[in-house]
C-alpha cells in the first residue's frame, strides 16, 4: 500500500522569507508519481507538479522548486521569497501505475505579511 | 483549456435525504474519479469509474453511495441517505490514462448535512 506523510501541519513564516514544506512517501513499486497540490481558502485543488520514479531531476518553477531524493523517500517543495497569495494548504500525493491517488495529511501554510 | 466542471458548487440538506452531485469529466477521458475530503482533512479516495463500472472503492465507499454515468458526458455521485458525517467537500476527477496517475479535479461540491 502507498502512504505519504507530511509531517509539518502547520507553518507560519513572514513574507519573503524562503519555506520548505517537506513530503515522505512509502511505496513497493519501483514506477510510481508523485505530486503536489495546493488548495487556496476557496477550496479547489490546483496541480502543481507531476513526478515519476525515473526522474530524480530538481524541478524550478518560478519560485517553486521541488526536491526528490528517492534515497530518503522524499519530495519536499520549496518556495522562495514567499508572499501573501502562497498561503493555502498543500498537498502531497503519490500514485501507482492504475491505482487511486493518495494524499498526504497536508501542510497550512500561512504567509504573513 | 479543458477543465472538469461540478454542480452544485454547494448543496445543504437535511439527514436522511438523497443528494445527487454532477460532474462533467474532460471530453476525452475515460477515467473517472470521486474523492472526499472532510473539512480539516486531507483528501481522501472514495471510487474510481472505468467503461462503465467501478474499478476500485474505498471502504467509505458504502452501500449508501453509488456512482453512474447515465449518458456520455455526466458523472454523478449518489448518496441515498445522507448522515452528519457525510458534509464535506466532494471531489470529482478524471484522467485520459491510468498509468500515469495524473488526475484533473473539479473545484468541488460543498455538501453540508443538517
Known amino acids: 500500500a502507498q502512504k505519504v506523510t507530511q509531517a509539518q501541519t502547520e507553518i507560519s513564516v513572514v513574507e519573503k522569507e524562503d519555506v520548505t514544506l517537506d513530503c515522505v512517501y512509502e511505496?513497493?513499486?519501483?514506477?510510481?508519481?508523485l505530486f503536489w497540490y495546493k488548495q487556496p481558502p476557496s477550496g479547489e485543488l490546483v496541480f502543481l507538479i507531476r513526478?515519476?520514479?525515473?526522474?530524480?531531476q530538481n524541478e524550478i518553477s518560478g519560485r517553486y522548486s521541488w526536491n526528490f531524493q528517492k534515497s530518503t523517500s522524499s519530495f519536499n517543495f520549496t518556495i522562495t521569497a514567499s508572499q501573501v497569495v502562497d498561503s493555502a494548504v498543500y498537498f502531497c500525493a503519490l500514485s501507482v501505475p492504475a491505482q487511486k491517488l493518495v494524499f498526504g495529511q497536508g501542510t497550512r501554510l500561512t504567509i504573513n505579511p | 483549456e479543458p477543465e472538469v466542471t461540478q454542480t452544485p458548487s454547494h448543496q445543504v440538506t437535511q439527514m436522511g435525504q438523497e443528494v445527487i452531485l454532477r460532474c462533467v469529466p474532460i471530453s476525452n477521458h475515460l477515467y473517472f474519479y470521486w474523492y472526499r475530503q472532510i473539512l480539516g482533512q486531507k483528501v481522501e479516495f472514495l471510487v474510481s469509474f472505468y467503461n462503465n463500472e467501478i474499478s476500485e472503492k474505498s471502504e467509505i465507499f458504502d452501500d449508501q453511495f453509488s456512482v453512474e454515468r447515465p449518458d456520455g458526458s455526466n458523472f454523478t455521485l449518489k448518496i441515498r441517505s445522507t448522515k452528519l458525517e457525510d458534509s464535506a467537500m466532494y471531489f470529482c476527477?478524471?484522467?485520459?490514462?491510468?498509468?500515469?496517475?495524473?488526475?484533473?479535479f473539479g473545484e468541488g461540491s460543498r455538501l453540508t448535512v443538517l
Open positions: 511505496t513497493r513499486d519501483t514506477t510510481y508519481y
Open positions: 513526478r515519476n520514479s525515473f526522474d530524480e
Open positions: 476527477a478524471s484522467s485520459e490514462q491510468t498509468n500515469t496517475g495524473e488526475l484533473f
